[in-house]
Every structure is written in structure tokens, then in C-alpha cells.
């Protein structure tokens, strides 16, 4: 009897786990993405590109009336079902993807982004004004980024970005990467938290995705400077800038221009700062936009 109650135990519990999966997977370098999957294991959302690393963003597709939430804030999908999301400079802690199916399936994706190695370069001995800023110009810095803040928080439902990913607003030498920072006097500064690409004064600067301007203003550190929504919590800036040429609530076009190449602001020389956002999350553009291949340079608009 014992023998016929420990088969019948053991029946039950098979019975259940056919219906009820678990696996864990390796999908890339970098991070795990588990699955608590009942009645089969069918994902509940496709990865169309990037992964689980510092400065990256994610996206995916899913279907239509899929409810959708990271760490418990609910995400929104486009009319097409994309939907992303991204890694800032230092995360370091694992997010969970949950994701309910218009049928009740339940699907939890849990991602631990991978650390990246930065360039750190201390420099010691500086004269204090160099390092902290007289209090004008500190008030000014203070009202810059309130601006800059308020800019990126704008949200529309543009999906261009999103779908078909961002191209290069200019072609050059790239001279300064995401996530590089300066210790002055033992201070560590903010990280660089774009990537800058030398060119020549006066080259058109495009739009690498539709969008529409939300800020071209002259700001303390950054110049000349311009700011993209392009949807979905996805903004792009531009600093620097000579002109600009793209005025706030012009809606832009992939490859449209909207300024050139500069030196304004603090700047040691023409360059292009290229920064990508999503919500407070900075992302490294590099990794978006995939390698910077030689191209013939844009001309000059004027």
C-alpha cells in the first residue's frame, strides 16, 4: 500500500511539471533570462537586438494587448508591439521583465547587465578654479540642466528609433568614448556619458532618427545644443553645434539636418557630443548605432 501511495505521489508531481516549465538560459555574454512558463514555453516576447550590458538597450517584440512591467513600472509597447529598454553607465543590479499574455500566460525575464571596463584618468595639482567653478557660473550650470531635464522627460508615441534603430548623424574620427571619466585633485567628475566625433567645422549634422526637436538652446558646457524625441522615453543630443538650424517643435525626419558641426561651449576643438537617453538611463550610442564605416562627408549647408 505504502509502495502503491508513494507511485501515486510520485504521478502527481510529473503530471504537474509538464505543465508548469522552468528553465534557466545563457542567451549572451553578460546576462541570464529566466523563464517561469505555465502550459509550454513559447516566449512571450522576441529580442530583435541588443543585451543585458552597461549602456545598451534592449528591445523586443511582443503581440498586440500584451501588459508588460520592469521592477514593477508598467512599460508600453508600440502600435507594432516594440517595446525597450536600457542600462546606464553603472548598473549593476538584475531587472525583472514581467510580461502577462493576452491568453493569462505569465513570463518572467530576469537580466544582470555585464560591467564594463571605462578609461579613468586622473590628474592632480590643478588650480581650484579649474576644478570647482565660480558660483555664477554654477548657478547657470544649475538652470542648464533643469532645462536639459525637463527636455528629456517629454514622451511621445514615435516609433522610429525603436523600430528601425538609429543611424550616424555624421561621419569622423570618434575622439572620446561613453563611460570615460577625470578624477581632478582626487574629484572624480561626471562620466562622459556620449561619445564625441571630430569633424570639420560647418558639416551638417542630420538627424539619425524622426523626432521632433524639444530643445536648441546655448547651454554653459555643451554649446550649441539640441535635443531629439523620438519616442518611447528615446531622446537624442547634439552639443557643440555651430547652428542650429532645427527650431523646438519641428518634427524631424531620418536624415534631415538640424545643425553643424562646432566648437561652442567648453570645447578644445570641432567636434560632435552624441548622446543617447533612455528615461535617466544613458546609453552608449556605439552600441546602438553599430560601427562608424567610412562614408563620403556631408556638405556644408551654408
Known amino acids: 500500500m505504502r509502495n502503491y501511495v508513494s507511485f501515486k505521489i510520485i504521478q502527481i508531481i510529473l503530471f504537474f511539471a509538464k505543465h508548469i516549465a522552468y528553465s534557466c538560459r545563457i542567451i549572451s555574454t553578460g546576462f541570464a533570462i529566466c523563464f517561469f512558463l505555465p502550459f509550454g514555453e513559447t516566449d512571450a516576447a522576441e529580442k530583435i ?15 498586440a494587448g500584451t501588459q508588460l512591467s520592469l521592477d ?8 507594432t508591439g516594440y517595446f525597450a529598454f536600457g542600462f546606464h553607465r553603472d548598473d549593476s543590479m538584475a531587472v525583472s521583465l514581467d510580461i502577462l499574455s493576452p491568453d493569462g500566460r505569465r513570463q518572467q525575464i530576469v537580466l544582470t547587465p555585464k560591467s564594463r571596463l571605462y578609461n579613468i584618468q586622473r590628474i592632480d595639482n590643478l588650480p581650484s578654479t579649474m576644478v570647482t567653478p565660480p558660483q555664477e557660473v554654477l548657478d547657470r550650470i544649475r538652470r542648464d540642466a533643469r532645462d536639459v531635464k525637463a527636455a528629456r522627460a517629454i514622451f511621445s508615441e514615435q516609433e522610429d528609433a525603436l523600430v528601425n534603430n538609429f543611424d550616424w548623424p555624421i561621419w569622423g574620427r570618434i575622439s572620446g568614448t561613453y563611460g570615460s571619466q577625470r578624477i581632478l585633485n582626487g574629484q572624480p567628475r561626471q562620466p562622459h556619458y556620449g561619445i564625441d566625433i571630430a569633424a570639420a567645422p560647418g558639416l551638417a549634422v542630420r538627424a539619425p ?54 566648437s561652442t561651449g567648453r570645447s578644445t576643438g570641432p567636434h560632435l557630443d552624441w548622446r543617447i537617453n533612455w528615461k535617466n ?3 552608449d550610442p556605439l552600441l546602438l548605432a553599430g560601427p562608424l564605416l567610412p562614408a563620403l562627408p556631408i556638405p556644408r549647408p551654408f
Not at 543585451?51 to 545598451?56: F, K, N, P, R, T
Not at 514593477?72 to 502600435?79: E, H, K, S
Open 49 to 63: 537586438r541588443g543585451q543585458a550590458l552597461q549602456g545598451d538597450l534592449m528591445v523586443f517584440k511582443t503581440d
Open 209 to 262: 532618427a524622426d523626432g521632433k526637436i524639444v530643445m536648441a538652446k546655448d547651454l554653459y558646457f555643451t554649446g550649441g545644443t539640441i535635443i531629439i524625441d523620438h519616442g518611447y522615453h528615446l531622446n537624442s543630443t547634439y552639443s557643440h553645434l555651430a547652428k542650429m538650424i532645427t527650431p523646438v517643435g519641428t518634427d524631424v525626419k531620418r536624415g534631415d539636418i538640424i545643425g553643424t558641426v562646432g
Open 281 to 283: 538611463k544613458r546609453l
Open 72 to 79: 514593477g513600472t508598467p512599460l508600453l509597447t508600440t502600435p
